[in-house]
């Protein structure tokens, strides 16, 4: 079962107080009323405010940039998980820098080296959307050559396995099936499996160059029966004809061991470059989701501080005078934990607390207000994460699975 994280960012507005007594009172408040509830401590920087004006614009930008973020993380999540099941292996746990995907998010450190916080908010976004757009185009490149190499093989073996109106027949044929000379020719007839009798009482007549007691059965499937029959070769097409009209179908073939062994070798060649391909690109998404310079989950979680520390501003004012942490309330234990969130906040903006039923109020960038300053994240403990959906007193912009739904 998926693990509901939220991140919330709570209000420092009572008189002498700091975010390290509010903590305080949050943890407090937590074991009292929530005991079962984890909680941990979210470590957001303290970055370049700019203008209100930047502020408001880069927000915007936020909800849209978080969409494309998390899209892409999901789809290489995704493609692990099927390349995973392609190669018969279960589905192992994916992890941050040599950590749970989950201990990640709660442990979570800015990394300054990469994302200096002196930069401007505008900066740190523009970079983590670029980094992530590589790893989208390249994912896009790798994935096309591995499904155009999946999509050969499995035109292949739908000839192999299909109706014998339309599959290979060549292993099915052997060269003693066939009589090749300078007048006669052996053809392959599919005869539906209902007129097998049929077509053993009339072969012979359908032309008068029809060599008498010369077909055989080959093979036979849910829908139809291979025969061969042998005749003169001027009266192949004359016989195709007159098959026809019975309800038979000549199959155009000409046995080749050296074309059967060349398929042979085109198929072997076929597996092997598409295992080849999937373990890497297998390899290639799980580095990068979690070991490349660049991986995806560790900008997402960054751009996830960045909308924080950006809404916190925008909502709570300045100087930046905000908390923010990380809890997993039960399903159970939600309606209690909001109260809790919401008597911290001191019942100053209860107003954007709204019940399961409530419709909302328009809020910033044309969305509607929800529940204030968390972010759900669904993850599946210890293997990646499964959705996440972003709110900062706002609609959602995906599938929401939290309160209000």
């Known amino acids: 079962m998926a693990t509901r994280y939220w991140i919330v960012s709570l209000p420092v507005q009572t008189p002498g107080s700091t975010a390290n007594s509010l903590w ?9 009323h929530s005991f079962d509830t984890p909680l941990y401590r979210f470590n957001v920087p303290d970055l370049r405010v700019g203008t209100l004006d930047s502020l408001l614009a880069l927000s915007d930008d936020l909800v849209k940039s978080n969409v494309f973020i998390e899209g892409v993380s999901h789809k290489i999540r995704r493609q ?11 589905s192992g746990a994916l992890t941050v820098d040599g950590v749970p995907v989950d201990t990640y998010l709660t442990r979570f450190v800015w990394d300054e080296g990469k994302y200096p916080t002196m930069s401007p908010l505008k900066e740190i976004v523009g970079s983590i959307q670029s ?22 093989l499995s035109a292949i073996n739908r000839k192999q396995t299909g109706s014998l109106a339309v599959r290979d027949l060549s292993n099915l044929v052997k060269p003693e099936d066939m009589v090749t000379s300078e007048h006669l020719v052996t053809l392959l007839a599919v005869v539906p499996k209902y007129s097998q009798k049929d077509w053993l009482s009339s072969y012979e007549s359908l032309d008068t160059f029809v060599v008498p007691r010369s077909s055989k059965k080959l093979y036979e499937d849910n829908e139809y029966a291979l025969y061969t029959v042998t005749l003169f070769a001027k009266v192949v097409d004359n016989f195709k004809v007159r098959a026809r009209e019975k309800g038979f179908q000549v199959r155009d073939f000409e046995y080749s061991s050296e074309a059967q062994e060349s398929r042979k070798e085109e198929l072997e ?20 989701y979690s070991e490349n310079t660049i991986y995806v989950f560790s900008s997402w979680m960054h ?28 399903q159970k234990g939600e309606k209690k934990v909001r109260s809790i969130l919401e008597e911290l906040c ?45 709110y900062f007193g706002k609609q959602k912009t995906s599938e929401w699975f939290g309160p209000g739904s």
């Open 24 to 32: 305080a009172r949050l943890q407090d408040s937590i074991s009292r």
């Open 80 to 90: 692990i998980e099927e390349l995973e099941r392609a190669g018969g292996v279960e």
């Open 131 to 152: 980094q992530v757009s590589k790893i989208e185009d390249d994912m896009k490149v790798r994935g096309a050559e591995y499904n155009n190499v999946r999509s050969q």
């Open 269 to 288: 060649k076929l597996m092997q470059d598409q295992e080849a391909m999937r373990a890497s690109l297998l390899q290639w998404c799980y580095a990068s």
């Open 303 to 330: 751009f996830c501080a960045v909308r924080v520390f950006v809404e916190s501003i925008l909502r709570y004012g300045l100087p930046p005078s905000f908390l923010s942490a990380v809890l997993a309330p039960s």
């Open 346 to 390: 001191g019942n100053v903006h209860s107003i954007y607390w709204k019940s399961e039923d409530d419709v909302g109020v328009a809020g910033l960038g044309g969305e509607t207000e929800a529940h204030p300053y968390y972010v759900p994240c669904y993850l599946w403990p210890g293997k990646a994460v499964f959705w996440s959906n972003y």
